[in-house]
């Protein structure tokens, strides 16, 4: 029974909100259930549209599907215990409500929304040539009753321009949750447990299906959920941003914010919304929508969420296998215990780039392994005069890296060894020297020549 006047959905709420936050702090919580939401979708809501000059013209629509899915199929890999619910798997429309409802009629714990972002474009115009037209001049001749209108043609040459749109310069990944501060002093009041109310709580399993979120009460309760939440969305949030950071895209942090993200506080788990690009950035456009883009950001994904349940349920983070021959202990061993100091930038405009490697100097038995975007792709092999080749497939919107890692120091050290590397425009000569602290590379600068 309700003994005070406190609108009965906030009691309930407040109820589960006071109950969980004592479970939190004693026991860890399972994991069981995933959801990933592809953003948008149908015809009625295709999102965000590649729109300036020469874009590929993509919708975030396709673009969320297309990651969703990706990631739909990392998270079953590497998470086989763990049911992942994805919101659609076609080019369907559903409200926000209606993928909150759905979000909670699958009792997720972890709510994961893909987006791609956008901002305003500015506008350009260029002269394309001119054409003549013909204006008229009008004059009178006579006055009173004989006044006459006569019209004369002439032809005037006017310039011709051509509009277009110019790429948004913002390229990068951001991360967001709800900003659950601006809650009502009523609520905060129940929630810090200054009311004193008692209620029956039978019943009330089927609430959440029936719930209209876009109601006064539906909007204490997401209040509720989201400032519930907040802590483990951030948590989530903090290792995605951690793991883009890692594939060597721009991550440009968790970010808060309360408008266009309303989906993320009518959920009843820890909720997080993924910009992962920027669809006006050309480079970003090419990013989400390529194979290796996609998957690279599924991959990223799954192991911030990895790292996440193994922190909420007090386990160890197992790394994932991920695929090709990378060999998790090697690539540590390359990565963490060495740092990369000899470093050199090329710029390349070609996605695929040839790379013939060498002994450089003395053929002296060194033996060298390579990492590509930290995947190992040679392993110990011995350089000599011969070249080893190597056919690179850039990964746009990223620093593409290749490095070289020393297995043993040949006979003369350092480990020295020359790269011929060739964008099928122009030839780059790189003389790389490792040791055993430290490794070389070479930077991609990827330059869209469009
Ligand atoms: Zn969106």
């Not at 390349?348 to 003395?362: A, S, T």
Request: hydrophobic share 35%; aromatic share 8%; charged share 25%.
């Amino acid at each position: 029974m309700i003994r005070k006047k406190v609108p009965f959905l906030i009691l309930f709420a407040a109820w589960q909100l006071l109950i969980l936050n004592n479970l939190f702090s004693q026991a860890p919580k399972l994991i069981k259930t995933i959801v990933v939401d592809a953003g948008h979708g149908g015809d009625r809501d295709p999102g965000a549209v590649g729109q300036y000059e020469n874009s590929l013209r993509s919708k975030e629509k396709d673009v969320t599907l297309a990651i969703s899915l990706k990631l739909v199929e990392e998270l079953k890999k590497q998470l086989p215990g763990v049911s992942i619910r994805p919101t659609r798997t076609t080019d369907i429309y559903q409200s926000p409500t209606e993928k909150a409802k759905l979000a909670n009629e699958f009792h997720g714990d972890l709510f994961l929304c893909i987006h791609a972002d956008s901002g305003p474009l500015k506008s350009g115009k260029r002269k394309i040539g001119s054409k003549t037209v013909t204006r008229y001049k009008t004059t009178y001749t006579g006055k009173g009753k004989n006044r006459k209108k006569k019209r004369t043609a002439y032809e005037v040459e006017v310039p011709e321009y051509e509009y277009f749109k110019y790429p948004l310069t913002r390229s990068g990944t951001s991360v967001w949750i709800f900003a659950a501060h601006k809650t009502s002093d009523k609520l905060k009041a129940i929630m810090d447990g200054d009311e004193n109310f008692e209620i029956e709580t039978g019943g009330l399993d089927s609430l959440e299906n029936t719930l209209d979120f876009k109601s006064p009460e539906g909007r204490t309760i997401a209040a509720i959920y989201a400032k519930r939440y907040q802590e483990r969305s951030d948590l989530l949030a903090t290792l995605v941003n951690g793991e883009v950071e890692r594939t060597g895209r721009t991550a440009l942090g968790v970010n808060q914010r309360q408008v266009g993200i309303w989906v993320l506080q009518a959920t009843n788990m820890p909720a997080i919304l993924i910009e992962t690009g920027f669809i006006n950035n050309p480079e970003d456009e090419r990013y989400i929508n390529s194979e290796n883009g996609q998957q690279e950001l599924a991959e990223a994904i799954t192991k911030a969420v990895m790292r996440y349940k193994a922190q909420v349920e007090n386990t160890n983070y197992i790394p994932p296998v991920t695929t090709g021959i990378t060999k998790t202990s090697a690539t540590d061993q390359a990565f963490e215990k060495r740092t990369t100091k000899d470093v050199t930038t090329i710029q390349v405009v070609n996605e695929k780039v040839n790379v013939d490697i060498y002994d450089d100097g003395e053929i002296d038995n060194d033996i060298v392994s390579v990492y590509f975007n930290r995947e190992l792709i040679v392993e110990k092999k011995s350089l000599t005069a011969t070249a080893h080749s190597l056919t690179l497939n850039l990964v746009p919107g990223k620093t593409n890296e290749l490095v070289l890692f020393a297995d043993n120091l040949g006979s003369i050290p350092p480990n020295t060894a020359l790269m011929i590397i060739n964008d099928g425009t122009t030839r780059h000569e790189v003389r790389l020297s490792a040791d055993l602290k430290n490794n070389a590379s070479v930077r991609f600068e990827l330059k869209n020549n469009n």
